[in-house]
């Protein structure tokens, strides 16, 4: 019998793998950044942010969870079903979906949606938005999920780059063309539904199956699953898009502006972790019966690696704001809570797929659901108060809350926490450094001062951690050139 073990280079290999496209894009996000926030009024930044957020939710809405579906079963098909045509089926229904909503939408309810989004009445701006839900579905939930599944990482970095790529070039023309809300949106849009039909025909024998399956006995099972993590799938989009609508209504597109500029540095941060967030989901799936000691390693390895990557964040945010031009720089105070939540949630995958693994899909979609009930109506509170840093702290104490539920469900079906005392104090110091930012905004050297402390108490809590992460990184190291 073949074993399933994965050695240290190899999971080092997967790793760095899909992480390349990351570092491309965060190239191309630079260069974007540095042209937009100089060339756009926060109020235009505003307006696209929203239109994309906008887009992302309504493409989520639209899967009806099958995107996740095909996560589940993509290894393990319903019988008489292939990977490809689980895939193929996944995605007809969504988009049929997505084509009957926003043909009725458009028809009856353009006016109300594009007044509602960005205070005018346009059914331009709603069939735009239309076209760019599409694209994104397509590219986003759909392509990059099966080549990340399909661990075939060259076809993954490659579709990544281009649509950053396509989006990014296309915003930056309508930058130096004419930068309006009809421009950019329209140029937004038309890039990535231009990659999208050229990529589809491109790549048609890779992903579609050479029969189709017509019958859909035995798709029940993956229609059921896809349905109870449709609400879980919905809201993570939900909460990205009804945050800057919330702050859009309760402040102006300008406010908003200056809040997606915090964008840069989640960008940043996904360079270096979405590498491993896109290989470990596929590993656990594929190998959690078999590395249960490697994935309560690597729980602890995270820990230590999201203080380290927030403490470069703060040690170096003179230079990173450099990149972003003068009318954003206000994002500063608060960059670091809005940051906490992706890290968290990277620290979190490590610690919850006990419920996916378990197929109690309820439990997790209720958590998910109740944090992110408690992120919109505690910014809507504390934004008249506290204005744009009251958004970053219902951000940061909803992940906070999110984190404690999921983990302590997700450890009573599936066990990857071996000191629970460890991870607690991890997440205190990681919550402290995100605090720090606002309390010691204009004392760099206190923020020095208080960093070097976190770093001492996190060292003397993990030393053990620090001595097997040293050879765990040393015992793949050796092999990951003639692995790659």
């Known amino acids: 019998m073949q074993s399933n073990f994965v050695s240290t280079s190899g999971f080092l290999t997967s790793i760095l793998k899909f992480s390349v496209s990351s570092w491309i894009n965060f190239i191309i996000g630079i260069l974007s950044v540095i042209i937009t926030t100089r060339l756009f009024t926060p109020d235009i930044y505003g307006t696209l942010n929203i239109f994309n957020t906008a887009s992302t939710f309504l493409a989520s809405f639209a899967c009806l969870g099958l995107d996740g579906a095909m996560l589940r079963f993509f290894n393990e098909p319903p019988a008489g079903w292939d990977k490809k045509q689980v895939f193929t089926k996944c995605l007809l229904f969504?988009?049929?979906?997505?084509?009957?909503?926003?043909?009725?939408?458009?028809v009856f309810y353009y006016r109300q949606i594009s007044l509602a989004l960005f205070n005018r009445i346009s059914l331009f701006f709603t069939v735009l938005l239309s076209m760019n839900a599409l694209s994104m579905m397509v590219l986003n939930n759909y392509y990059s999920q099966y080549y990340r599944l399909d661990n075939d990482s060259f076809?993954?970095?490659?579709?990544?780059?281009?649509?950053?790529?396509?989006?990014?070039?296309?915003?930056?023309?309508?930058?130096?063309?004419?930068?309006?809300?009809?421009?950019?949106?329209?140029?937004?849009t038309s890039g990535l539904f231009v990659l999208m039909v050229i990529y589809s025909f491109i790549q048609r024998k890779s992903i579609w199956p050479s029969r189709f399956h017509w019958s859909n006995q035995g798709f029940g099972e993956v229609f059921?699953?896809?349905?109870?993590?449709?609400?879980?799938?919905?809201?993570?989009?939900?909460?990205?898009?009804?945050?800057?609508?919330?702050?859009?209504?309760?402040?102006?597109?300008?406010?908003?502006?200056?809040?997606?500029?915090?964008?840069?540095?989640?960008?940043?941060?996904?360079?270096?972790?979405?590498?491993?967030?896109?290989y470990w989901a596929a590993f656990m799936?594929?190998?959690?019966?078999?590395?249960?000691?490697?994935?309560?390693?690597?729980?602890?390895?995270?820990?230590?690696?999201?203080?380290?990557?927030?403490?470069?964040?703060?040690?170096?945010?003179?230079?990173?704001?450099?990149?972003?031009?003068?009318?954003f720089q206000s994002s500063r105070?608060?960059?670091?809570?809005?940051?906490?939540?992706?890290?968290?949630?990277?620290?979190?995958?490590?610690?919850?797929?006990?419920?996916?693994?378990?197929?109690?899909?309820?439990?997790?979609?209720?958590?998910?659901?109740?944090?992110?009930?408690?992120?919109?109506?505690?910014?809507?509170?504390?934004?008249p108060f506290c204005g744009l840093p009251g958004v970053a702290v219902a951000a940061a104490a909803?992940?906070?809350?999110?984190?404690?539920?999921?983990?302590?469900?997700?450890?009573?079906?599936?066990?990857?926490?071996?000191?629970?005392?460890?991870?607690?104090?991890?997440?205190?110091?990681?919550?402290?450094?995100?605090?720090?930012?606002?309390?010691?905004?204009?004392q760099y050297?206190?923020?020095?001062?208080?960093?070097?402390?976190?770093?001492?108490?996190?060292?003397?809590?993990?030393?053990?951690?620090?001595?097997?992460?040293?050879?765990?990184?040393?015992?793949?190291?050796?092999?990951l050139k003639t692995n790659k």
Not at 94 to 106: D, G, M, P, Y
Not at 155 to 178: E, I, M, N
Not at 336 to 345: Q, Y
Not at 350 to 364: D, F, I, S
């Open 94 to 106: 969504s988009v049929l979906f997505l084509f009957i909503l926003t043909s009725f939408s458009s």
């Open 285 to 327: 799936y594929a190998h959690y019966k078999t590395e249960q000691k490697r994935i309560i390693e690597v729980h602890d390895y995270i820990i230590i690696f999201v203080i380290a990557l927030l403490s470069c964040f703060l040690i170096l945010q003179h230079v990173a704001y450099l990149f972003i031009g003068k009318a």
């Open 445 to 479: 050297l206190w923020e020095l001062v208080f960093i070097v402390a976190v770093w001492l108490i996190m060292y003397f809590c993990f030393k053990d951690t620090f001595r097997s992460m040293a050879r765990f990184i040393k015992s793949g190291l050796p092999r």
């Open 333 to 383: 105070l608060f960059f670091s809570l809005v940051l906490l939540d992706p890290l968290i949630i990277l620290l979190e995958q490590t610690t919850n797929y006990g419920m996916a693994l378990a197929k109690r899909n309820q439990e997790m979609t209720a958590i998910y659901l109740l944090a992110i009930a408690l992120y919109i109506i505690l910014a809507y509170m504390l934004i």
């Open 155 to 188: 076809h993954y970095t490659v579709q990544t780059v281009l649509v950053q790529f396509f989006s990014k070039l296309f915003v930056v023309t309508a930058a130096f063309l004419s930068p309006t809300a009809d421009t950019v949106l329209a140029f937004n």
């Open 398 to 442: 909803a992940s906070v809350i999110r984190f404690t539920l999921a983990t302590w469900r997700g450890q009573y079906y599936y066990k990857s926490i071996k000191n629970i005392k460890k991870t607690m104090v991890g997440i205190i110091l990681l919550i402290a450094l995100g605090i720090s930012n606002y309390i010691f905004n204009e």
């Open 224 to 278: 059921r699953y896809g349905l109870w993590g449709w609400p879980l799938s919905m809201a993570f989009s939900a909460s990205g898009f009804l945050i800057p609508f919330i702050i859009k209504i309760r402040m102006d597109s300008y406010a908003l502006g200056i809040f997606a500029s915090t964008g840069f540095f989640v960008t940043a941060f996904n360079v270096v972790q979405s590498g491993f967030r896109t």
